[in-house]
């Protein structure tokens, strides 16, 4: 065989040879751990459609949060679960102080003052049809739904929330809320935009954890199409002129190109949100046997960052940081 003079091979012979030259690597404090609660007391609720992931009381919140923090995971993005009768279709408990969600928020900072907590802004949680904006005659309503935003936002910042994540999909939204934070003198709460958030089919196992689904029509009207990849720049552009500190592209792992896209034009950091039936999905293969678990889970977030993201939301956070730990 004709001598070869270049044998990429030889850069791959060893595991610390690999270790040496990998390109990529994924920080336990790049993730961030998405946890759900609800009302109640010594409640750990596994959700069937995402093994692994509980909703939790506040007083199991805190034993969670506290082992997730010896493991190394510092940063959570919390999701409430708000009792049927709490909706309205005008998301009145998403402003209520003494509600669950700046309750959790409150004993979380006081409990863990490190920690850093990441809210939602949206309407679902909280409306009764389901949307993340205000619903008239069949039709989500833009420019109404940003006070409710806005207010919501301030309820959460006055609770203590480092990093504000607006979800909604709203024009205008990041606008609104960075200039009452400011107003109100919550100029240091970060705004981490739910830039380019498409209407997906992986969010089901999300939607059975809060009970959030629409009751009516779906979230193309706002949510972005999945055919769709210069839309995300236009979305970017308005979210950084608005104020946003980072910007989110939501699913990850189907939304590569886009992640890629946004960290290559822009100089914020840019986070993406490994979704719920993205671990589904891995979670329910890996029992079946048909692929290890583990090593899909540590190359799915390796890819993500690779593709650019800077900061991970992932169910896989608390289990990753462990497997980290334990090699």
């Given at each position: 065989m004709?001598?070869?003079?270049r ?26 751990f ?13 959700i069937?459609?995402?093994?692994g ?23 959570f ?5 708000i009792?049927d009768d ?7 408990e ?5 509600g ?8 979380l900072k ?5 920690a ?9 949680p909280y ?15 833009n420019?109404k ?12 910042a ?35 935009s ?6 997906s ?18 979230k193309k009207?706002?949510q ?9 720049i236009l ?28 960290s ?8 993406a ?6 671990y ?9 046997g ?21 900061v991970?939301?992932?169910?896989f ?11």
């Open positions: 004709e001598h070869m003079l044998r990429p091979r030889r850069n791959r012979k060893s595991q610390q040879i690999r270790q040496m030259l990998a390109e990529t690597s994924l920080a336990i404090e790049e993730l961030i998405p946890v759900f609660i609800e009302e109640g007391k010594g409640i750990k609720r596994e069937t459609s995402m093994p992931i509980y909703r939790y009381s506040l007083d199991q919140l805190l034993r969670e949060v506290e082992e997730c923090l010896e493991s190394g995971i510092s940063s993005a919390l999701f409430p679960s009792i709490l909706k309205d279709s005008l998301a009145s998403s402003l209520n102080p003494e669950l969600y700046p309750k959790a928020i409150i004993k006081s409990a863990f003052p490190d850093i907590l990441m809210t939602d802004v949206a309407m679902d409306s009764s049809d389901g949307h993340d904006g205000l619903v008239e005659n069949g039709e989500i309503i420019d739904t940003l006070a409710i935003l806005a207010d919501m936002a301030l309820i959460q006055q609770a203590g929330a480092d990093i504000i994540g607006p979800s909604d999909m709203m024009d205008g939204r990041v606008k609104v809320i960075r200039e009452i934070l400011d107003k109100h003198g919550y100029q240091n709460v970060s705004i981490m739910y830039t380019a958030k498409y209407a089919g992986f969010y089901g196992p999300f939607r059975d954890a809060l009970d959030s689904a629409p009751k009516h029509g779906d009207t706002y972005m199409d999945p055919r769709n990849q210069r839309e995300a979305e970017a552009e308005l979210d950084i002129e608005q104020g946003a500190d980072f910007l989110m592209v939501k699913p990850a792992m189907a939304y590569l190109d886009v992640i890629y896209q946004l290559s034009r822009f100089v914020l950091p840019v986070a949100y490994n979704v719920s039936g993205e589904a999905m891995i979670k329910a293969a890996d029992q079946k048909w692929l290890d678990g583990n090593q899909v889970m540590v190359e799915s977030l390796t890819a993500i960052k690779r593709a650019g993201a800077k991970i939301l992932s169910y956070a608390k289990e990753y940081a462990q497997l980290i730990k334990s090699s």
